[in-house]
């Protein structure tokens, strides 16, 4: 029974075995021939063990059971053959050579479900009774040349290999060599030197070797250094011996002297599991330390060198210079005549390629840095590729010939969030050697520990870079900005000058002589003067702006009353404004604490504003409320209004809405001083404002005589 079930677990996992291998897509050659020889190993194993399905099974069953085993251990073989000689070709394996050798098999496998091969046979007495056919020999030749062959054809495969494609064959060979020997011993030669066949079963076990060792070396692709595996599993037999028998018959020891304290003997059992658990990790380092200086010293650790490596990167202020240096160190410790750390065009500021790299120069690692702009670009790769596995004309023909230009044996990508962006590339050794499969899986976690962190610096370079040119762009919109603030100052002073003469003239001039001039002369000097006011306020408006925008003002804040502030803010008003002009409140009482110039300027400024886009006979609205702790001020006009999507828009300098009447006044710089001054003040300006109901100005956060801020 013991057999039968080893049986059933060998023969699941030959199945199992066969699915994986025939899964993956692109379906090599090789894949599919190994796959369909498991497939048969796995139902010959449960064919051989049909006969205990029935308590005394018939000598025709038993006889079909035997030239059904032979019929599936030929086809298996010849499956197996196939393998080999497409994994000698690299897949490139034609019908015209795999159809005879396929038809070969097929032939001398269905021979032996016909009595030509196995006459009769029997099972009695737990042993087995064959009489052979006249074709035996030819069974045994088949069978032998198509084993032998595979063996030979693996053989060459591996001489022709270097390191993890030399390991992996080596490993084939190994499990399948053991299998057949097995096979060759149990099933043929003690049957006949015994005269019956009682051995059989002792060959169906070794079909572990083949399954696991394949499935290590196929599935997994990548094979555990031997070296290493012998130290490892000396230090875990070290610290078994060392630690675990001693503590094992410390705790029995104690346990037997408490087994009658059943609390004790409790608190044993904890204490003992715990210390255990605390103590079986350092035990392990201890003995994997001995291991290490005891056997292969010159075996580097692998997690100890990544650890360095990594460390070393970070360290250095630019993370350049210590990637090179952890790349140095890599290479000297793994013997490397070159490694490099390459970086797809595109993925930092410059467009091209940057390589980092060290190169071997005798015994001593130069660390240099490249960047080449204009070249094809077939790296970063999606997976782990080793040149000795790249077939020429190949998926990966491009990647083939940029290693094979820049000396690289093996070519490991950076990962990113949004994938693969580089490559770590190393070339062969110093000695002349492959790469080895613990160096294989140690290079694969360099890289896979380098992807975030070249990543995240690649980041930070690129968002120093915009930062710097934000800085920039902003320092030049400040330096334009101020020339034109400074521009609007200067031209405004000397502009203002020459106005005031030309609007004092006219004025004396009309004052004086204008009842001797004819109308249309005084009509003209009218105009003159009114043009010269409008100039002169437009001018006193730039010098407010440019002397706002410098930021070097600062607000005087003192006592005052609302009715000062509003009588200096109305100042500019004529008779007729002065008729449309509705005070409602008291401001006469009411104290303010304010800088009573800017005040007045927004005032004075909201207040034109209302008249400029109001008609004549509406009225105007100043209102002031006392809420206690602050004062409200309100400029309201029922003039044309304004959509709630322009209140951002009114304030912007030189903006002027569409639907203005006052017949193109205003340079729509007015609201513009408001904002300006009531951050100044620390204000804050509401507008509420419908398109043909008019619009109402609300001036927050002005303090009340008294109120402490």
């Not at 029974?1 to 692109?26: E, I």
């Not at 012998?230 to 503590?247: C, I």
């Not at 210390?275 to 392990?284: G, N």
Request: proline letters at 5%; charged letters at 25%.
């Amino acid at each position: 029974m013991a057999f039968l079930a080893l049986t059933a677990l060998l023969s699941a996992a030959s199945l199992y075995l066969a699915a994986a291998l025939y899964a993956p897509r692109p379906r090599t050659p090789s894949r599919v021939f190994l796959s369909a020889a498991f497939v048969l190993v796995a139902f010959w194993l449960v064919v051989s063990f049909s006969h205990l399905w029935f308590a005394e099974p018939g000598p025709g069953f038993i006889t079909y059971q035997y030239r059904m085993c032979f019929f599936l251990v030929i086809m298996a073989a010849g499956s197996l053959f196939l393998f080999a000689l497409a994994h000698l070709k690299d897949e490139r394996l034609g019908n015209r050579l795999a159809a005879p050798v396929f038809l070969s098999a097929l032939a001398c496998a269905l021979l032996c479900l016909t009595p030509l091969v196995v006459r009769r046979a029997e099972f009695s007495a737990n042993a087995f009774s064959v009489e052979c056919g006249p074709l035996v020999p030819l069974l045994g030749l088949s069978f032998a040349f198509f084993t032998v062959g595979m063996l030979y054809l693996l053989h060459r495969k591996m001489a022709r290999s270097a390191g993890v494609e030399r390991a992996r064959t080596a490993y084939l060979v190994l499990g399948f060599g053991i299998f057949f020997l097995a096979t060759v011993v149990f099933n043929g030669i003690f049957p006949v030197v015994l005269g019956k066949d009682t051995m059989s079963d002792f060959s169906y076990p070794f079909v572990c070797f083949p399954v696991c060792l394949t499935a290590y070396a196929l599935l997994r692709h990548r094979l555990l250094d031997v070296r290493l595996a012998f130290r490892k599993a000396f230090s875990y037999l070290l610290t078994l011996f060392l630690f675990g028998v001693p503590y094992l018959m410390l705790y029995l020891l104690l346990s037997h002297y408490l087994r009658e304290h059943a609390q004790a003997l409790a608190a044993l059992s904890l204490a003992a599991l715990a210390s255990s658990v605390a103590l079986a990790p350092l035990a392990l380092r201890l003995t994997s330390r001995w291991a290490a200086r005891i056997f292969y010293p010159g075996l580097y650790d692998d997690k100890e060198l990544l650890q360095a490596a990594l460390t070393l990167a970070r360290s250095r202020e630019d993370l350049r210079e210590g990637l090179m240096e952890a790349l140095a160190l890599v290479a000297g410790r793994l013997e490397l005549n070159r490694a490099c750390l390459l970086v797809a065009p595109g993925i930092h500021r410059g467009g091209g390629a940057v390589s980092l790299c060290c190169r071997r120069d005798g015994e001593v690692l130069r660390t240099f840095q490249e960047k080449e702009s204009e070249r094809a670009f077939h790296l970063p790769p999606p997976r782990v590729l080793l040149a000795e596995e790249l077939v020429p004309g190949g998926e990966h023909e491009g990647a083939r010939r940029e290693m094979r230009r820049m000396g690289a044996v093996a070519a490991f990508p950076l990962r990113g969030i949004d994938g693969p962006y580089g490559a770590l590339l190393v070339g062969e050794k110093a000695n002349g050697g492959s790469l080895d499969p613990l160096d294989v899986d140690f290079l694969e976690s360099l890289a896979r520990e380098l992807g975030p962190l070249v990543e995240s610096h690649l980041q930070s370079l690129e968002l120093q870079l915009r930062l710097e040119d934000l800085e920039r762009v902003v320092r030049e919109l400040e330096e334009s900005d101020r020339i034109k603030t400074d521009i609007i100052s200067v031209t405004s002073q000397e502009f203002r000058s020459p106005v005031t003469i030309l609007y004092g003239f006219a004025a004396a001039l009309r004052e004086r002589l204008g009842y001797q001039l004819p109308e249309e002369i005084r009509e003209s000097l009218e105009y003159i003067e009114s043009s010269a006011e409008r100039i002169r306020r437009l001018l006193d408006k730039f010098l407010v702006v440019s002397h706002l925008r410098r930021g070097e003002e600062r607000p005087a804040l003192a006592p005052c009353l609302a009715s000062e502030v509003l009588e200096e803010a109305c100042s500019f008003l004529g008779e007729r404004e002065r008729e449309r002009l509705v005070v409602e409140g008291e401001p006469e009482g009411c104290g303010l604490v304010t800088d009573r110039r800017y005040l007045s300027l927004i005032l004075a400024n909201l207040l034109e504003n209302a008249y400029l886009y109001s008609d004549d006979s509406s009225p105007v609205i100043l209102r002031v409320r006392d809420n206690g702790e602050e004062v409200l001020l309100e400029v309201e006009d029922f003039g044309e209004g304004f959509e709630k999507e322009e209140v951002e828009r009114v304030f912007a300098p030189f903006t002027r809405l569409e639907n203005a009447v006052g017949r193109g006044e205003g340079a729509g710089l007015g609201l513009y001083i408001v904002r300006l001054c009531a951050d100044l003040l620390g204000l804050e300006v509401k507008v509420d404002s419908r398109p043909g109901e008019g619009s109402r100005f609300a001036l927050h956060g002005v303090r009340r005589n008294g109120v402490r801020p």
